[in-house]
C-alpha cells in the first residue's frame, strides 16, 4: 500500500506505514510518544509534519543514554532467559509428543 507523502493518514494507516501493530501504537499512546493527531469529528488524522516530528523524537529517544542502558540491560539478560527457558520443565524439548 503507497500513500501519498502529502497527505493525513489514520492511526492504522500510520501503523501500517510505520510497521506498527495497533497495541503497540496504544502502548506508546499510553506513554504519550506517539504524533500529534488531528480529530476531525471523531476521526484521527496524522498529518505528515506530525509523523515527522515523530520520527525526529523516536530517533533521539533512541539515541539518548537511557535507551543505551536499557538496550545493554536487555542484552546482557538475553542469555541468562535463554538458559534458564532451556532448563524449565515445560520446554519444548522437555514434553511429550501426542500422536494423532
Known sequence: MDFDPRRSLT???FCYAEHLSPAKYFDLKK???T???LNIDGIFRITPEAREE???RMAKLA???AAQLEAKRRQELAPIAGRAAALSPKHVSR???RRR
Open 11 to 13: 492511526r492504522n494507516e
Open 95 to 97: 514434553t511429550k509428543r
Open 35 to 37: 504524533p500529534v493527531e
Open 63 to 65: 539515541k539518548g543514554k
Open 54 to 56: 515523530w520520527r525526529a
Open 31 to 33: 506513554r504519550d510518544l
